[in-house]
Antibody, heavy 118, light 112 residues
Framework: EVQLVESGGGLVQPGGSLRLSCAAS????????MNWVRQAPGKGLEWIAY????????YYADSVKGRFTISRDNAKNSLYLQMNSLRAEDTAVYYCARLSEARAYDYWGQGTLVIVSS | DIVMTQTPLSSPVTLGQPASISCRSS???????????LSWLQQRPGQPPRLLIYKISNRFSGVPDRFSGSGAGTDFTLKISRVEAEDVGVYYC?????????FGQGTKVEIK
């Protein structure tokens, strides 16, 4: 069974940092492209980062470029999101999502909540 | 960036009746490889999103056949043939043809 489990969320002050993790199981992690998608409270979905199977190709949304860093460790079946210079508008549930070969987000984690507030 | 526009934003439906959601993209979603990477997601209250349809019209594993997708180019539709209580939630279209990936605003399906 495919499972994605996010962790690392919490309350952080503006300007602070947080590192999210996504532990993958039930599939060959290194064979799939991965993404982070977030959802602000009561709002829609926002794609924020993509990483290729090897980690050699990365894309970001403009809203997080220069502040967030996506990475992966295929040996540990894990995806990461390093978030720096956090702002109030980064408050959201952060989901990791697997990208299928058909380029669809076929599996999602339950999400981890990040609250940026003083 | 490709803008995804969904209509309606809210759809009150009677149980057993059909529902239809439109998604329009600001540019063609046909990729240079010939595929159109348009998919539909369902998000039930308090749950993460769930994949329903990929590449316009392909149902994902375990998705009931009352869900169907159609369209081409810039205009796409998700149809629910007979709405059931478990279909309540927000539906999103999304494109993976081009970066940045984008989502529609979401359409809330609720029971009248």
């Amino acid at each position: 069974e495919v499972q994605l489990v996010e962790s690392g969320g919490g309350l952080v002050q503006p300007g602070g940092s947080l590192r999210l993790s996504c532990a993958a199981s039930g599939f060959t992690f290194s064979s799939y492209e991965m993404n982070w998608v977030r959802q602000a409270p009561g709002k829609g979905l926002e794609w924020i980062a993509y990483i290729s199977r090897s980690g050699s190709t990365i894309y970001y949304a403009d809203s997080v470029k220069g502040r967030f860093t996506i990475s992966r460790d295929n040996a540990k079946n894990s995806l990461y999101l390093q978030m720096n210079s956090l702002r109030a508008e980064d408050t959201a549930v952060y989901y990791c999502a697997r990208l299928s070969e058909a380029r669809a987000y076929d599996y999602w984690g339950q999400g981890t909540l990040v609250i940026v507030s003083s | 960036d490709i803008v995804m526009t969904q209509t309606p934003l809210s759809s009150p439906v009677t149980l057993g009746q059909p529902a239809s959601i439109s998604c329009r993209s600001s540019q063609s979603l046909v990729h240079s490889d010939g595929n159109t990477y348009l998919s539909w997601l369902q998000q039930r209250p308090g749950q993460p999103p769930r994949l329903l349809i990929y590449k316009i019209s392909n149902r994902f594993s375990g998705v009931p056949d009352r869900f169907s997708g159609s369209g081409a180019g810039t205009d796409f539709t998700l149809k629910i043939s007979r709405v059931e209580a478990e279909d309540v939630g927000v539906y999103y279209c999304t494109q993976a043809t081009q970066f940045p990936r984008t989502f529609g605003q979401g359409t809330k399906v609720e029971i009248k």
